[in-house]
């Protein structure tokens, strides 16, 4: 007969019957969560266990079924969300970084003429003018091309200018520089008369996409030549 006398101490007995003691002395990890299965064992027991004299009603358990599995789905629902709002920010910026080495139109007075390339942007009339007149400026504040462009009626405006002509809404304007303005920064001023009074109007202008980044909250920010970190909603247009 096998003598299992007190020279074995309990952890060498659990270890002689093939047990871990190390398994046999963790405690299971405890979780609040109440799973469907718990939530079904627990109503069953609930149905065994109640009053014989006075029953609950089938309604009170359908609605208590109902009720945990409308929270599973909104738990669901919420996981769903979560996940496509992930991949719909993935393919957001995925998208937006096709638009670096292109160029967009922001509001703003300022853009950057490169070597054979072409300035874009748009003016905002408010009202009908008689006269209209463009000035451009270069990086040191230098008045460099005064452009007239005559009358114009209450709308957006597209222009284009490659440093020696200007284009206005897919016309070209009776106005050619002597001297092709070189590459560089410039600054465009426009100017409209309405009512006897000169008033300067708003711009759109073109700028090139550096860079894109995706910031904390998810929102897409491009790093514009000549403005810095712009908000893509911001975005004018893309050219």
Same mark, same amino acid.
């Given at each position: 007969m096998s /003598? *299992?006398?007190?020279?074995k101490s309990p952890? /060498? *007995?659990l270890t002689g019957y093939g047990i871990d003691k190390n398994k046999a002395a963790t405690p299971a990890k405890k979780t609040n969560d109440l799973g469907q299965d718990a939530f079904l064992q627990l109503m069953i027991t609930q149905m065994?266990?109640?009053d014989p004299l006075a029953p609950q009603s089938n309604s009170e358990f359908v609605a208590q079924l109902a009720q945990f599995s409308s929270v599973q789905g909104l738990e669901k629902l919420n996981t769903n969300f979560n996940s496509f709002s992930s991949s719909f920010q993935s393919n957001q910026a995925l998208q937006a970084s096709s638009l670096v080495g292109r160029s967009v139109s922001v509001e703003g007075k300022e853009s950057t003429l490169a070597q054979g390339g072409i300035i874009s942007g748009?003016?905002?009339v408010p009202a009908s003018t008689s006269e209209l007149k463009v000035n451009v400026y270069d990086s040191k504040g230098v008045l460099a091309a005064q452009i007239p462009v005559g009358s114009a009626e209450k709308g957006d405006m597209n222009f284009r200018?490659?440093?020696e002509s200007m284009e206005v809404n897919g016309q070209l304007l009776d106005w050619t520089s002597k001297t092709p303005?070189?590459?560089g920064a410039y600054k465009f001023e426009v100017l409209a008369t309405q009512d006897g009074k000169t008033q300067q109007l708003a711009t759109s202008m073109s700028a090139n996409v550096n860079s894109v980044t995706v910031g904390t909250d998810g929102k897409?920010?491009?790093?514009?030549a000549g403005y810095g970190a712009v908000d893509i909603n911001k975005v004018k247009q893309f050219n």
């Open positions: /003598d *299992v006398s007190s020279t952890s /060498d *007995v065994k266990n109640q748009t003016i905002t200018f490659d440093g303005l070189s590459p897409l920010v491009l790093n514009l």
